[in-house]
């Protein structure tokens, strides 16, 4: 599927911020892998996949970041989420990494963690133009293999965040 501003648009409108995370003043990479629901001929949810350089405590690994996460307002509180999200991470699975990551705004925490993400309890640093930042939103996993943890220590991306 391809996504560009033009499918965003059609799911979210064409507001200026239209994620609500334009105040973080974060610069974001595009994602990688797309999917998507059409309800009537219209694209009415999307969830986006970056596999992404990480370290934590120190140790280089790979996440496969979740991003542009976004349902049409008007059709909100029907499972679109949860679909296009479990699509996006069934293909995650296959990808390598242990891990899914994610950011978002505190008000989605409550519906992600029904999806079965955990949040991260630490501060994480992104890369940015201007250099490595704490990133303002909260940071969620959740495990791509059966068994996996989130490791311990201080977590760096080491790219742009998704």
Request: overall charge neutral; charged content about 20%.
């Amino acid at each position: 599927m391809e996504y560009t501003k033009t499918e965003q648009i059609e799911i979210l409108g064409d507001g200026a911020d239209p994620f609500g995370v334009a105040d973080a003043g974060l610069t974001w990479l595009p994602k990688k892998d797309h999917f998507g629901i059409r309800h009537k001929g219209r694209l009415v949810a999307h969830a986006g996949l970056l596999q992404l350089p990480i370290s934590i405590d120190g140790v280089g690994t790979q996440v496969v970041g979740v991003g542009g996460v976004a349902v049409a307002p008007d059709l909100r509180g029907h499972g679109l989420a949860r679909s296009v999200v479990s699509a996006a991470l069934d293909h995650a699975r296959t990808m390598g990494p242990q891990h899914g990551l994610l950011f978002c705004r505190p008000p989605l925490v409550p519906l992600y963690q029904q999806l079965g993400w955990r949040t991260l309890e630490r501060d994480v640093h992104v890369e940015q133009p201007e250099g490595a930042v704490i990133m303002p939103l909260r940071t969620m996993w959740t495990p791509l293999r059966d068994g996996a943890n989130w490791p311990a220590g201080e977590v760096r991306l080491l790219s742009l965040p998704m």
